[in-house]
């Protein structure tokens, strides 16, 4: 018996070596896959941001598009008074112009984003009005 163990220790012990080679080579490959899990969860970050600002710009502009919408619909042109509208808040305000045309500007929020448009109409002989140009202005 003394000697099977004596003969386990020094099997133990020629193999010691490579067993510390094979520690130091697990710690390098658990450095490099945790750095490369941290490089990809950095890049999932960031496409997660964009796609969060896509989202409210999205919103944003079916907000905008909706307080439009609200404006022509009413036969008067008379406008929109700011008001809740989901999370955020809409209005519109329409200025008359020459020629049967008048111009409304539409706002909206969504939290501390905005977003603004302006539609150019012209009122038909049916009462009806046509867009004639529509665009995005710089937010406020």
Same mark, same amino acid.
């Given at each position: 018996?003394?000697? !099977? $163990?004596?003969?386990?220790?020094? %099997? =133990?012990? @020629?193999?010691?070596?490579?067993?510390?080679?094979?520690? /130091?080579?697990?710690?390098?490959?658990?450095?490099?896959?945790?750095?490369?899990?941290?490089?990809?969860?950095?890049?999932?970050?960031?496409?997660?941001?964009?796609? !969060? $600002?896509?989202?409210?710009?999205? %919103? =944003?502009? @079916?907000?905008?598009?909706?307080?439009?919408?609200?404006? /022509?619909?009413?036969?008067?042109?008379?406008?929109?008074?700011?008001?809740?509208?989901?999370?955020?808040?809409?209005?519109?305000?329409?200025?008359?112009?020459?020629?049967?045309?008048?111009?409304?500007?539409?706002?909206?929020?969504?939290?501390?984003?905005?977003?603004?448009?302006?539609?150019?109409?012209?009122?038909?002989?049916?009462?009806?009005?046509?867009?004639?140009?529509?665009?995005?202005?710089?937010?406020?």
């Amino acid at each position: 018996m003394v000697r !099977r $163990a004596g003969l386990r220790i020094a %099997r =133990l012990r @020629a193999g010691g070596s490579e067993g510390g080679f094979a520690l /130091l080579l697990a710690l390098f490959v658990t450095l490099f896959a945790s750095a490369a899990m941290m490089l990809s969860a950095a890049a999932l970050k960031v496409e997660l941001d964009e796609t !969060r $600002a896509e989202a409210i710009r999205i %919103r =944003l502009d @079916a907000m905008v598009d909706a307080a439009i919408a609200e404006s /022509l619909a009413d036969r008067d042109l008379s406008g929109l008074t700011r008001r809740p509208f989901g999370d955020g808040w809409i209005e519109s305000r329409v200025e008359r112009l020459a020629g049967g045309r008048a111009r409304i500007q539409a706002t909206a929020m969504l939290g501390t984003r905005v977003r603004d448009a302006e539609v150019e109409v012209v009122v038909v002989a049916n009462g009806r009005p046509r867009v004639l140009e529509w665009r995005a202005t710089p937010s406020s």
